[in-house]
């Protein structure tokens, strides 16, 4: 046997007390009456016990007094209290709980098995609920009340992320540690890579739900801004069919406010994935949806949203030097020419105003302070605060040796085996940064990051009888890209990133709508094959505290006590 509250046996000192109250007159006084013959008779006719009346009633006060403090020590019989299970519940909340291949939902069917697991609980048994999605929760801390478990429960609702189970099942641990016969169940769909090692531990009882399901699912969305036409979007749609059979992809692209674009994705094949690029046009700000017009049984992955912004018309202000056109060579010029989507300004000399978030390039002279503002710089002919002039670069000692394979700048343009003749030779004044170099090792295509803004510079002379660049299919798309990258979209997409994500960006990225659900949480076929085990509750018990029996003992003693003491009744 053992004492839930085993400091109450201090009371028991009290005992002490009413001996001393007892004892405390206990000499007799005698006096002479007149009828002493009388009160001799009546004693003699007295039992033999009524002598031991005043000890009988002392021995019952303090036997009293002990049967209440044993009752407050609340004892309990140790065997059945090992027997008593102390459960900590984790409850699958992911993304993919809210399919429908289990009536009415996958949710609901764990949540349904909680509440019998819960409704089986014994008396003294504890239990903890917690719910594992994007995050992992405390749902309700270690309790034997199984309303409070009950509403903890029938509260929980799913979300769009994946299960971060392990992390559950490592708080679920430390909660059970040193606790007397711990058990740690699982109610999830089985949809995450860890399950079939986390079923074979004999400690867990993974209770699996979900019996797999037809799903379609957008898997992935960006959107990047073309760089030379503001008006226009390019938007990624990835889909996936993560059924047993072919499906067919009815795809919508909309923007807030604006018309809605059908892509034909055609037929997919089961388990396939198939990307989707579309050009649409965006001229304002709003939050960008791609939709699958589907039924399926899960509609949480159905669509995929991301906030894109409207761009301005770029406005490019060219100052060529008239000798650059010198044999009809307009390379410069019409290279800008063929990007309709730009403002393009030509000038001799540099305007003393620019317009706002304006891109300058020059073609062979160059001011000696240049303007604060992205700037491309060809075949410079003189120095400035950036760069000294150091002469040219002729013959062989121009031939391309290398190129950045893994600078944007140089994206599908290939160099090597360009002819160049002669080159400017420069000498930088701070830190640059060379994307093309010649045999000599100098430069033929330079980065300068200044604070103000960066700078390209492309030594090569454009003229044909020194350098084939400005002939080659290349040259377009190395001023493309150099537009691009001055003009600031060479960055990153705007990516719809996984649910599970969204914890670590910052909260205007969370307001903004930026989310996808995680693909794997999309394959509703994932954990089928999952071991599934259930939690018997043990026979129903009816245990009365041992508490109870001794406070109903110390009242029966009580009042034969009282009775025996005043002679309530004769005997």
């Known amino acids: 046997m053992g004492f839930f509250h085993p400091g109450a046996w201090c009371w028991g000192g009290l005992a002490a007390l009413i ?27 007295r039992p033999a016990w009524f002598r031991l009346r005043f000890w009988l009633s002392l021995a019952t006060q303090i036997l009293l007094l002990l049967l209440l403090v044993a009752a407050l020590s609340e004892p309990y019989w140790r065997a059945a209290v090992a027997s008593r299970r102390t459960l900590v519940l984790v409850l699958d ?18 949540q349904a098995e909680a509440q019998r697991i819960v409704q089986g609980l014994q008396p003294g048994e504890r239990m903890a609920v917690l719910s594992a999605g994007s995050s992992v929760r405390i749902e309700c801390r270690m309790t034997s009340e199984p309303l409070a478990l009950q509403t903890a429960i029938d509260e929980i609702s799913p979300t769009d992320g994946g299960t971060r189970m392990s992390e559950a099942i490592a708080l679920a641990r430390r ?4 606790q007397a016969n711990p058990h740690l169940v699982l109610l999830t769909d089985g949809g995450f890579p860890e399950a079939e090692a986390i079923a074979k531990d004999e400690q867990v009882y993974l209770y699996r739900v979900g019996q797999g399901g037809r799903n379609l699912a957008v898997t992935q969305l960006a959107a990047r801004p073309d ?41 997919l094949a089961a388990g396939a994935v198939v990307q989707t690029v579309l050009e649409m046009p965006i001229d304002k700000d709003g939050l960008l949806t791609a939709q699958l017009a589907v039924e399926d049984d899960l509609a949480a992955d159905n669509q995929a949203r991301i906030r894109v912004a409207g761009r301005q018309r770029p406005k ?41 978030q304006s891109l300058v390039v020059f073609h062979g002279s160059i001011p000696q302070r240049l303007p604060d503002c992205p700037l491309l710089v060809i075949a410079p002919q003189s120095s400035c605060d950036l760069w000294d002039t150091a002469g040219l670069i002729r013959g062989s000692e121009c031939a391309v040796v290398s190129q950045r394979r893994d600078s944007p700048l140089l994206a599908g343009v290939r160099l ?42 492309l030594h090569v002379d454009l003229r044909k009888e020194n350098s084939d660049l400005a002939l080659r299919r ?23 990133v996984a649910s599970d994500d969204l914890g670590i960006l910052a909260e205007d990225a969370k307001a903004q709508g930026i989310n996808i659900v995680n693909r794997w949480e999309s394959d509703l076929r994932a954990g089928i094959n999952v071991p599934s085990r259930s939690v018997e509750s043990p026979a129903a018990v009816r245990e009365q505290p041992l508490w109870m029996l001794l406070a109903g003992l110390a009242v029966v003693l009580l009042l034969t006590e009282w009775c025996l003491f005043h002679r309530k009744f004769v005997v």
């Open 93 to 110: 909340v992911s993304a993919s709980m809210s399919a429908t291949d289990v009536k009415p939902s996958r949710l609901a069917a764990a």
């Open 416 to 457: 090597e085996d360009a002819v160049v003749e002669e080159a400017v030779k420069l000498q930088f004044k701070q830190a640059a940064a060379t994307l093309v170099a010649t045999s000599s090792g100098d430069p033929l295509y330079s980065l300068v990051d200044r604070p103000a803004a960066s700078v390209l510079v």
């Open 175 to 178: 909660m059970l540690d040193g």
């Open 227 to 267: 760089p030379l036409d503001p008006q226009q979007q390019w938007v990624l749609v990835e889909t996936a069919n993560s059924s047993d059979a072919p499906e067919s992809l009815p795809l919508n692209v909309a923007i807030t406010g604006g018309a809605s674009h059908q892509a034909d994705v055609g037929e």
């Open 19 to 45: 001996a001393l109250l007892y004892l405390w007159n206990l000499a007799p006084v005698r006096h002479e009456v007149a009828t002493y013959w009388l009160w001799q008779r009546a004693l003699a006719r």
């Open 474 to 496: 290349d040259f377009p798309r190395l001023i493309e890209q150099a537009l691009c990258w001055l003009n600031g979209v060479a960055e990153a997409p705007t990516v719809a």
């Open 316 to 356: 490019v202000v060219l100052v060529a030097d008239p000798r650059s056109a010198v044999g009809g060579h307009m390379a410069v010029p019409n290279a800008l020419a063929s990007f309709p989507g730009i403002d393009l300004q030509v000038v001799e000399q540099l305007p003393e105003t620019l317009p706002q």
